[in-house]
């Protein structure tokens, strides 16, 4: 329980600094500590909620209007995609889908430090990146490899970045909810553990802003990225 408590706290922390790293932070331990079914229905409501704080806070800094729709439609696409294999795959194939998805993003981040994605480029791809991402928040709890990935390419200013991001995980989770709930993985106990994730989540990230503007993003990215490189050990020898 402490665990999950602190995993919460720093997410939030997370959240507020950088405008994401929820599910990159909670969905291994959680995983780790419960089952990936758990993890990804107690963050619906810290996804849908918080983000949609950000959205709005962020609303004068958007990307254009037409990439944002192509690339959140793709993803509530994938989303039902995830879905459907969050149910048909074994617990233990779906922990190997989170630690995959964890390395991914590690060699991602380690990569892509001279990468630069043109907006023209990205308008291109865009529709495959977000179903991408829809599949591996629907399946594995985080679509951070695909989705905020393509964004940092892009080079985004802070507020864009935060702005953007938030109004994808704003519609996937929006397709999201009902679909496990469809699914009865969004059950009534799960829902109250979610609301109390977002109370905890909403707690922190006040002082993640605060650091965000006076701290350099990258010790947050070199954090998280420490952080996920113990988790996909402690999911891989907690495997049966």
């Not at 500590?33 to 959205?55: E, G, M, T």
């Not at 958007?62 to 944002?68: A, G, S």
């Not at 791809?125 to 594995?140: E, F, H």
Request: aromatic share 8%; proline share 5%.
């Amino acid at each position: 329980m402490l665990i999950a408590l602190l995993t919460l706290l720093a997410a939030g922390i997370i959240k507020g600094a950088i405008g994401s790293g929820v599910p990159v932070l909670v969905v291994p331990v959680f995983t780790m500590l419960y089952d990936v079914k758990l993890a990804i229905a107690v963050l619906v409501v810290p996804n849908l909620l918080s983000n949609l704080l950000q959205v709005w806070q962020y609303r004068r800094y958007l990307l254009p209007i037409r990439f944002l729709a192509a690339f959140s439609i793709a993803g509530a696409l994938g989303i039902i995609l995830g879905t459907w294999g969050l149910v048909v795959l074994s617990p233990k194939l779906l922990s190997l889908g989170v630690a995959g998805a964890i390395v991914l993003y590690l060699i991602i981040k380690l990569t892509r430090r001279r990468l630069v994605l043109s907006y023209a480029l990205a308008s291109r791809i865009v529709i495959p990146v977000g179903l991408l991402g829809g599949i591996l928040q629907g399946a594995a709890g985080m679509s951070a490899p695909a989705s905020i990935t393509f964004l940092n390419a892009m080079k985004l200013e802070r507020p864009v970045f935060i702005g953007s991001i938030s109004v994808f995980f704003v519609a996937i989770t929006c397709v999201q909810i009902p679909a496990l709930l469809k699914t009865d993985i969004l059950t009534m106990q799960r829902s109250l553990y979610s609301v109390i994730a977002l109370g905890i989540i909403l707690t922190a990230m006040p002082l993640g802003a605060y650091l965000g503007n006076r701290m350099p993003h990258r010790w947050f990215d070199n954090l998280i990225m420490l952080l996920l490189s113990t988790y996909t050990k402690e999911i891989r020898y907690s495997l049966p």
